[in-house]
């Protein structure tokens, strides 16, 4: 069967036997099962033959990807079901689905990760960092590196980039991706040297989250570079959106990296409505959607490619951990042991989801199934809220339209459990906005989220959500308690480590978090994408939020 990761086959004659329940698990199932001979799973993409997957190693590749042809007229449409964050497209800050992927096209790390191929490569670097020690690396930066106001790159501009994102206070979300970086210092004008607190072994991954930004440019007004960034990648934007709801790229000629554009221009129309992005493509007006809803899948195959790729996206209960009720931990329990993952997934997520048996999904590296499972045991949640009293809840949930079928499931699990739920839906930018230093105004809250589209290993995923002040203090009000402080404890150790110590250290904290559920998620998600194979050239369906169109060529 054909690699979902390379050219997607269509899977009409399936679907059109089939309906739109019964087609998505199928495709669900069949996608599932196709990786390709010589070929590792890992989160959300394939590791090449003879690529290192031990516990100790990567979980990425880390070999350079070969250049793609540049050039070509062509133009690349598309519709991306996510709305523009409240915090713009600075690199430092931005954590929104819709500027994150805008910056996958048009900013640069020292190193990049290939959304599509998980490969690991060299960004602005001339290659991957090279070690000169146990904790001193060096990265050179490519010749001809200019930005797209036409500045070259030079090793301040580095320092400047990685400064910003360890000054805590800047707040900068990134910062708790790359803490064992004690220094980045420029040895001359184009190399930069950069010291570690202690021997690492995801240095060349972790470089890639850190977008390397013109100092001049940031410090005369950080607020314009924020909404209209300037970059070193393929592709310059030309509109943010902002005002259009249609985010404009062209190609930047003066690009020097090994990911050309190869078309002129693209653009991405703000469509979160399911029916009116679903339409864009069965109209051609677009070339492919992110976020297809189940039911309309079956539709789509009709004359599209469609794809479901497992990766580790989940969604997730938050809870207020620093409030009463959810400061006790047998609330929470009770909470999750109330909802019968099985049949959210089934049902819910008409099969294009995994219940959640641990903090990552079945196919990481790092997978072992955690200390505690909440596989719809409703008479242990009832028992639990016996104990403690617990008669009513505040539950608070992202309104985005692929889980619209979860949330009716998971108020009225709870309310089977014998709880009054208070429940409100907002805009994922508003429901941050509404508890964000507000320790008092939520019980639990409802999200998606995906780290994974920084990379993919546990430590990165793992810190995301349980490191870092914005959740562990500010949203779930965690931080300072026994279990946060040991989680941060053996996040040290497993940094630190190597082989089977680090891996321990992360199954320990699977565990830790499975039992006191700060935040724990519900299933992990299958990312389903529709597109016109027919138009799109070398155009592959990714496991993360968003889309990816690095080395796509258009017919258009």
Request: charged share 20%; net charge negative; proline share 6%.
């Amino acid at each position: 069967m054909t690699n979902p990761m390379n050219t997607p086959t269509s899977r009409r004659s399936m679907f059109k036997l089939a309906g739109s329940f019964g087609a998505a698990a199928a495709l669900a199932g069949s996608l599932a099962a196709c990786t390709p001979a010589g070929t590792t799973p890992t989160t959300g993409g394939t590791t090449p033959a003879g690529t290192e997957t031990t516990p100790a190693a990567t979980e990425t590749t880390t070999a350079a990807a070969p250049p793609a042809e540049a050039g070509g007229e062509g133009k690349i449409t598309a519709a991306i079901s996510y709305e523009l964050g409240t915090n713009g497209y600075d690199p430092m800050s931005t954590t929104a689905a819709l500027t994150l992927a805008a910056n996958w096209h048009t900013m640069e790390g020292l190193t990049e990760l290939h959304p599509a191929t998980r490969e690991i490569f060299p960004g602005l670097g001339a290659a991957l960092p090279s070690q000169v020690d146990d904790t001193t690396w060096e990265v050179a930066l490519r010749d001809g590196a200019v930005f797209h106001d036409g500045n070259p790159v030079t090793a301040d501009d580095v320092v400047f980039s990685f400064e910003r994102v360890l000054n805590p206070d800047n707040g900068s979300l990134y910062a708790a991706f790359i803490p064992f970086i004690d220094s980045v210092t420029a040895k001359d004008a184009n190399t930069v040297t950069i010291k570690t607190k202690y021997p690492f072994s995801l240095v060349a991954e972790r470089l890639a989250v850190v977008k390397i930004v013109p100092k001049a440019l940031v410090e005369a007004d950080v607020k314009a570079f924020d909404l209209n960034p300037v970059g070193t990648g393929p592709f310059k934007m030309t509109d943010n959106g902002a005002s259009s709801q249609i985010v404009k790229f062209e190609r930047f000629d003066d690009y020097t990296g090994t990911q050309p554009a190869r078309v002129a221009t693209m653009e991405w129309q703000i469509i979160p409505d399911d029916s009116t992005r679903t339409n864009a493509l069965s109209s051609d007006s677009v070339q492919a959607i992110d976020s297809v809803p189940a039911a309309n899948l079956a539709q789509l195959a009709q004359t599209k490619e469609v794809a479901a790729q497992q990766g580790f996206g989940l969604l997730f209960l938050m809870f207020n951990c620093g409030s009463a009720p959810m400061d006790d931990v047998r609330n929470r329990q009770g909470v999750l042991y109330a909802l019968d993952y099985d049949q959210i997934c089934k049902v819910g997520m008409s099969d294009l989801a995994a219940p959640a048996k641990s903090f990552v999904h079945e196919a990481h590296p790092a997978f072992k199934e955690a200390k505690v499972q909440y596989a719809g045991n409703m008479e242990k949640a009832k028992e639990l809220f016996a104990e403690t009293g617990l008669k009513e809840v505040r539950l608070l949930s992202s309104d985005h339209g692929w889980f619209s079928a979860v949330r009716p499931m998971v108020k009225e699990s709870l309310e089977a459990a014998g709880l009054t739920v208070s429940y409100e839906e907002k805009k994922s930018s508003d429901v941050y906005g509404t508890i964000d230093g507000n320790a008092g105004s939520f019980d639990i809250v409802m999200a998606p989220g995906d780290p994974s589209v920084f990379g993919d290993d546990a430590d990165l995923l793992i810190r995301w959500w349980y490191a870092g002040d914005v959740w562990t203090d500010s949203r779930m009000h965690w931080k300072g308690q026994d279990s946060y402080n040991k989680v941060q404890e053996l996040l040290g150790t497993a940094a630190e480590s190597t082989g089977d110590a680090q891996m321990g250290a992360w199954h320990e904290i699977f565990d830790i978090v499975s039992e006191n559920a700060p935040l724990y998620p519900i299933f992990h998600r299958k990312s389903p994408t529709a597109f016109n194979g027919e138009t799109l050239q070398d155009f592959k369906p990714i496991a993360v939020t968003g889309l990816s169109f690095v080395g796509v060529g258009s017919t258009l």
